[in-house]
């Protein structure tokens, strides 16, 4: 009994399946927003899945000289560790007391386990624009964590000093989001714009800047491949501002969370509108010196109390 | 199972912009139509940077000795099934540069070509159309 409740919160909710299919809706709904920004009509709310299956059933190759099991499994690890990150927020933010010390830092490493991947598979497939996107890639990875991982420290201190994402949760739950205080403004504003690195979007699309190295890492995925890296950035598209919402905003466990949803994911979608495309050194500065200052200073007011 | 492959064809065709030795013009109307007045992105038309990605060729430009080999190559490394569309005059037959020594033939002689859509450039109009016969004919 108990192994089919495992299997059924890791595969089907909320776990790979569910996440998958509300992440790709998510896509449809930035597409959606991005054409009215536009002043465009954009594509029908089916065109996600449509791009998906159309991927799935086409031809994958690999090519010549590459490293066919790395090449073919790199893709994947997006999406398994998005499925356990789902399951974990989930079962967290319901029940508050499944909780086990340390799982904070089981869920940064989550999180950047699928950045890994892209590194993983566009090393792998020996093309030189994948490899000039995979060094953007490490070099961006290395920029927005630090100010991340700040930010997570501000979040800690505030919870006073938990390291268990469910205590975190709880905390917010009986006391009010740690979002309407100065330090968790800036500890907000700081996970948002990772988060827009993390997705790699503009103006942090550099690894993937289609007008240059036309798409980085992907440019030799084709197929079942790609459409396992669409879906891994769906599925991370869901699943990193309801983390933002757990960690800041009070968990997700009422109904309001739907509109903190939408408010964080129409948030992104009009940076990303917004703004041009930085250069690397340029958001290395952004997010070491801007960023990175401002989280410090963030984590003082914490420390204070504020 | 062919349904659904067709299916999702249809309804996201990924288009790649090969041109081989155009006059530029022909791409020039290309990009028109990714913009918001035609919005493509309606029918699920989005423009993608690699071959790999694609599920429609858009070739422009008469075929030389030059570009033949990049076109082939191309062609080879789009994932089937594609589709190829041949966008302008020039890509439908040489004309007046039939008789050049540089000139190798239609692109048909090569790869075999869905629809052509005529015209110097052909308008936004007359492409989208192309593409939705070409659509229809799969
Ligand atoms: S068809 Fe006309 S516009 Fe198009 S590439 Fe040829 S000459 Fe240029």
Request: proline fraction near 7%; aromatic fraction near 12%; charge should be positive.
């Amino acid at each position: 009994m108990n192994i089919v409740r495992f299997l059924f919160s890791y595969i089907i909710f909320p776990g790979f399946l569910f996440s998958a299919v509300i992440g790709l809706f998510v896509t449809w709904i930035d597409r959606k927003v991005t054409a009215r920004i536009h002043w465009r009509v954009g594509p029908p709310w089916f065109q996600p899945y449509a791009d998906f299956l159309k991927l799935l059933l086409k031809e994958t190759i690999v090519p010549e000289g590459a490293s066919k099991i790395l090449f073919l499994s790199a893709p994947l690890l997006g999406i398994i560790s998005m499925s356990v990150l789902a399951v974990m927020l989930f079962s967290m933010n319901f029940d508050p007391t499944r909780t086990f010390v340390g799982d904070l830092i089981v869920i940064i490493y989550l999180l950047a386990l699928p950045a890994l991947g892209i590194i993983v598979g566009g090393s792998a497939s020996k093309n030189p624009l994948a490899s000039v996107g995979v060094s953007r890639e490490m070099t961006q990875y290395f920029a927005y964590e630090l100010p991340f991982l700040i930010a997570m420290a501000i979040v800690v201190i505030k919870s006073g000093g938990s390291i268990k994402f469910g205590e975190i949760v709880a905390a917010q739950q009986a006391h009010g989001p740690f979002l309407y205080s100065i330090s968790g403004i800036i500890a907000g504003v700081v996970i948002l714009l990772s988060t827009q690195a993390k997705l790699s979007f503009v103006p942090f699309d550099i690894p993937e800047a289609e007008q240059e190295i036309m798409a980085g890492p992907y440019i030799e995925y084709s197929g079942v491949a790609l459409a396992m890296y669409k879906l891994a950035r769906a599925m991370m598209f869901f699943l990193l501002p309801l983390f933002l919402i757990s960690v800041l905003w009070g968990g997700f466990a009422d109904w309001w969370a739907i509109l903190k949803f939408l408010v964080i994911v129409v948030l992104i979608v009009l940076i990303k509108n917004t703004n041009p495309r930085l250069r690397i050194d340029q958001a290395l500065k952004f997010f070491w010196l801007g960023i990175g200052i401002l989280s410090i200073i963030g984590l003082i007011f914490a420390f204070y109390g504020l | 199972m062919g349904n659904a492959k067709l299916w999702g064809l249809k309804k996201s065709p990924w288009v790649f912009h090969l041109a081989a030795a155009p006059c530029n013009n022909c791409d020039i109307e290309i990009l028109d139509i990714l913009t918001p007045r035609w919005d493509v992105e309606r029918f699920g038309i989005v423009l993608v940077g690699s071959p790999r990605h694609a599920d429609a060729l858009l070739v422009t430009g008469v075929i030389n000795r030059k570009s033949l080999p990049r076109v082939l190559r191309v062609y080879e490394q789009t994932p089937k099934p594609c589709l190829v569309i041949g966008v302008g005059s020039c890509a439908c037959h040489p004309h007046i540069f039939e008789p050049s020594y540089n000139v190798v033939g239609p692109y048909d002689k090569y790869i075999p070509v869905d629809v052509y859509i005529p015209g110097c450039p052909p308008k936004p109009e007359a492409i989208i159309l192309g593409v939705v016969k070409a659509l229809k004919r799969l």
